[in-house]
């Protein structure tokens, strides 16, 4: 089993910055590739930024504004968002996949509002 915990969402302005966290814990080994998914209000849930082992990968709409970064020892993904728009407002899910198998986390609210 694969335990996720995002934390680092909330209300920011327009133009700001945040940064999400995502531990994972559990049973970590060969667990593939990590990222970031969001969702917003009536909406499907869009893939934001994926760090598979040595590449990363980010939606058209985040592109030069979201950095995802991989720290393997202390087993967490982040998320940086800069320059924040208010289309980013969303619950921003953590995910890892193992094998076949995908684990989520619980998700974290981000608004983007003045």
């Known amino acids: 089993q694969v335990r996720l915990v995002e934390s680092g969402g909330g209300l920011v302005q327009p133009g700001g910055s945040l940064r999400l966290s995502c531990a994972v814990s559990?049973?970590?080994?060969?667990?593939?590739?990590m990222g970031w998914y969001r969702q917003a209000p009536g909406k499907e849930r869009e893939l934001v930024a994926t760090?598979?082992?040595?590449?990363?990968y980010y939606a058209d709409s985040v592109k030069g504004r979201f950095t995802i970064s991989r720290d393997n020892a202390k087993n967490s993904v982040y998320l940086q968002m800069n320059s924040l728009k208010p289309e980013d407002t969303a619950v921003y899910y953590c995910?890892?996949?193992?094998?076949?198998?995908?684990?989520w986390g619980q998700g974290t609210q981000v608004t983007v509002s003045s």
């Open positions: 559990g049973s970590i080994f060969s667990i593939n590739t």
């Open positions: 760090i598979p082992s040595g590449s990363t």
């Open positions: 995910y890892a996949r193992k094998y076949s198998d995908t684990y």
